[in-house]
C-alpha cells in the first residue's frame, strides 16, 4: 500500500512540474503582451541620398503601422549644421515633398499603381500611379489611407548631396480579439 502512495504521489510531483511551468508561461504570455501588440515586420536602412527606398511592404486602406526610427543624416554633405535624426532640421522649404514639417524628417509614401503603358517611340514605361506622402519622424502610427506599396525617404527634393542613414523598424498594429 505503501508502495504504491508513493509511486502515486512521485507521478503526481511529476506531472505537477510538467503541467505547471508550461501554464505559467501561458499566463506570463497574455500578460506581457498588450491587446493591440505591433509586430515586427521590417527593419531597413534609409539612406539620405538614395530617394525614395522601397520597403517591398505592400499594404492595404485602413492598416496601422508604428515606424520608430534612428540614426544621424545630413542634408549637405560636409556641413556640420546640416545634421539631424529623423525629426529633421528646424527648417521648411518648398524643395521637400510636405513642406509643413521639417526637411531631412523621415517620411513616407504609399503608391498604387493605376497603370502601365509602354511609349512607342522611346520604349520607356509610363506609369500612371496616385501616391499620398505622410510625416513619420522618430516615432509614429500610421493608418494607411491608401492601398499599395510603400516607400521611406527624406523630406527633401534634393537628395543628391545627402549623406547618412536612418534605421527604421516597421512595426504592423494587430488587434487581438479576445
Not at 511592404?57 to 546640416?82: L, R
Not at 524628417?105 to 517611340?121: F, N, Q, Y
Amino acid at each position: 500500500m505503501k508502495l504504491r502512495k508513493r509511486k502515486a504521489l512521485r507521478l503526481l510531483l511529476i506531472l505537477n512540474l510538467l503541467v505547471l511551468p508550461l501554464a505559467l508561461s501561458s499566463e506570463e504570455s497574455q500578460l506581457s503582451t498588450p491587446l493591440d501588440s505591433p509586430l515586427l515586420i521590417k527593419q531597413l536602412e534609409v539612406a539620405a541620398a538614395s530617394g525614395w527606398v522601397d520597403t517591398g511592404i505592400d499594404v492595404k486602406e485602413g492598416e496601422k503601422y508604428e515606424f520608430k526610427a534612428s540614426g544621424t543624416i545630413s542634408c549637405q554633405k560636409g556641413n556640420p549644421i546640416a545634421s539631424c535624426g529623423p525629426e529633421g532640421l528646424d527648417l521648411q522649404t518648398v524643395q521637400q515633398p510636405i513642406t509643413n514639417h521639417n526637411l531631412g524628417a523621415l517620411v513616407g509614401k504609399v503608391v498604387k499603381v493605376l497603370s502601365v503603358t509602354k511609349d512607342e517611340e522611346t520604349g520607356e514605361e509610363i506609369r500612371e500611379e496616385v501616391s499620398k506622402v505622410f510625416f513619420i519622424g522618430p516615432r509614429a502610427e500610421v493608418e494607411m489611407t491608401l492601398e499599395g506599396r510603400l516607400y521611406l525617404g527624406v523630406n527633401d527634393n534634393v537628395y543628391a548631396d545627402n549623406d547618412g542613414k536612418f534605421i527604421v523598424e516597421i512595426y504592423r498594429k494587430t488587434e487581438n480579439k479576445i
